[in-house]
């Protein structure tokens, strides 16, 4: 019976190993088990990229936004308020701000938990989602100018304060400027602009007198139709004369060695022999421009309107060949080569324009007497012979040569004097001691006689530049100032005006001057700051990433 039980019991387990119904059950249950898990890794997985994907997002949005050279707002504080408007502040993990004046480069790194609910089974019991985004804006050509006032009234503080804060400016702007994509050029002014020997060259002159240090040319007014000087209009150089002091005006002879009412002095010379205040080319080097800016030297008056007009030439692209040429010649960095470019939207270009006064008339020696053979002669002991043809009077009989030193009249010149250039006598002579002592001693009869051959002389010798007379002539300076303001503006560059202790007028001509909320009405004191207001506000410029 036991044995049958057993039997029995070997048979069942038998056809137990041999059922296969519900195997299957098992089976899948482990595969579902499988599969659950497949589905919880693949969404916090979804989770995950969800997660990054906005990270990624906001952080792209923040950094563009915040390199944007039209931001105003501080790039860092833009990515944050981009995060925390998207609601993940606590996300972002630094930000770095790298800015120069054509550039500014934002880089933002953000983290975030995605907390997994299934990894933890493998082990993973964090799955962070990194984000990080760089966003560059950068314009590749930058040209500005400096068009900076040295009047006789800019002299002592005014003038400290302005290189101080012209020399900061430069090591601004030009910080971090490796690739040399900005220039900068300087247009010192007074009553006239020294453009220099090298400039000179761009331009049809005529009337070259070719003294030394003085290079100031007369703009005709045609040539304020449009923003750059014409290269190809003949324009005349401004002689180099002491045409402002007075001479002894008696009817003795006055040697011509005579300090006081003789020999010239060019302190009143409108046009300056100043080495320190010629223009100068567009440069990147900010050591070679701040020792411009600190030899800069004060005198003379006050002639906006020129310094502008060369101001706006210098990044004028009619001057693109001459800037050739100097890069060529040395006297322009080889990266400079091709400026100035044309008017588009890869390249900012600034003029910087400042003053302390308004406009002053100036006068002239008119082209007349300029330059070419006078009719005056001196002889090797240094006496002079004044030629003249017709117009003597009755006393002189044949004799065309008066003789000065002696009061006579000859039939040679004295002493085989040769004939003198009129560029040569300005060196030599005050423009009233030859109007007096040359002309109206020989020609005038009695005293009323020649005070008025004097004021003839006077009248043909000297003229006021811009207009008839000083009224005039301010009011014709105020308007070709604005022209050419006009013209900079419509072209698309930035102009910003400076005003240091000026008149009210001279407030006013300048406001009207400048791009609209780019005036700036300081002093002594605060010119510094108010350079360095502009060259912060030069790195808001509209660029094109």
């Not at 400016?169 to 900068?184: C, M, Q």
């Not at 900010?286 to 310094?307: E, H, M, R, Y």
């Not at 060529?328 to 091709?338: A, S």
């Not at 006068?363 to 090797?380: F, L």
Request: glycine share 6%.
């Amino acid at each position: 019976m036991f044995r049958s039980g057993f039997v029995a019991v070997n048979a069942r387990l038998a056809a137990f190993r041999r059922e296969e119904d519900g195997a299957l059950v098992i089976f899948g249950l482990v595969l579902l088990t499988l599969m659950l898990l497949m589905l919880g890794f693949a969404l916090d997985l979804i989770r995950y990229e969800n997660t990054r994907v906005r990270l990624q997002n906001t952080l792209d949005r923040a950094t563009l936004a915040a390199a944007s050279l039209e931001q105003t707002r501080d790039p860092e504080a833009v990515v944050r308020d981009y995060m925390l408007k998207a609601g993940i502040s606590e996300q972002l993990d630094s930000v770095q701000v790298t800015q120069a004046l054509n550039e500014r480069v934002v880089e933002a790194k953000g983290r975030a938990d995605t907390n997994p609910f299934f990894m933890p089974m493998l082990g993973i019991e964090r799955f962070d989602a990194l984000g990080a985004s760089e966003a560059q804006q950068a314009i590749s050509k930058v040209e500005i100018v400096l068009v900076l006032d040295v009047s006789g009234s800019m002299a002592g503080q005014k003038l400290v304060s302005l290189k101080e804060a012209a020399t900061e400016f430069v090591d601004t702007v030009l910080e971090g400027d490796t690739h040399h994509r900005v220039s900068i050029a300087i247009v010192p002014y007074n009553a006239q602009v020294n453009i220099g020997t090298d400039l000179r060259r761009a331009f049809d002159l005529t009337h070259v007198a070719n003294v030394e240090n003085v290079n100031c040319v007369e703009i005709p007014d045609a040539a304020f139709d449009a923003q750059a000087i014409p290269t190809d209009m003949p324009m005349p150089m401004m002689a180099y004369a002491d045409i402002a002091y007075g001479t002894n005006r008696t009817n003795a002879y006055v040697s011509a060695t005579d300090v006081n009412y003789a020999l010239p002095y060019y302190g009143s010379a409108f046009c300056k022999n100043t080495p320190g205040n010629v223009v100068r080319l567009p440069s990147t080097d900010a050591a070679t421009l701040k020792a411009q800016i600190n030899g800069l030297v004060a005198g003379g008056n006050t002639s906006i309107t020129l310094g502008m007009k060369w101001g706006a030439t210098m990044i004028d692209p009619s001057l693109r060949s001459a800037y050739a040429e100097f890069v060529e010649e040395g006297k322009m960095p080889g990266e400079l080569r091709g400026r100035p470019f044309d008017y588009d939207d890869d390249v900012q270009k600034v003029v910087v324009l400042m003053t302390d006064g308004e406009h002053v008339a100036h006068n002239r020696i008119t082209d007349d007497y300029k330059t070419g053979v006078s009719n005056i002669y001196q002889a090797a002991d240094g006496y002079y012979s004044v030629h003249f043809a017709t117009g003597r009077p009755a006393s002189a009989g044949a004799n065309e040569y008066y003789v000065p030193h002696l009061g006579t009249w000859q039939a040679t010149p004295w002493n085989n004097g040769l004939p003198q250039t009129w560029e040569s006598i300005w060196t030599k002579l005050k423009m009233t001691y030859v109007a007096w002592q040359f002309y109206a001693r020989p020609l005038g009869l009695g005293s009323s006689g020649r005070t008025a051959v004097y004021n003839d002389m006077v009248g043909r010798m000297v003229s006021i530049y811009a207009g008839p007379d000083s009224w005039t002539a301010v009011e014709a300076m105020d308007d070709s100032l604005q022209k050419t303001c006009d013209q900079v503006r419509a072209n698309g560059i930035l102009l910003y005006g400076i005003t240091v202790e000026a008149p009210a007028h001279g407030n006013e001509v300048i406001t009207n001057c400048a791009t609209a909320d780019r005036t700036f009405l300081s002093d002594r004191n605060t010119i510094r700051s108010t350079f360095q207001t502009i060259a912060a506000n030069l790195s808001s410029l509209r660029l094109t990433q």
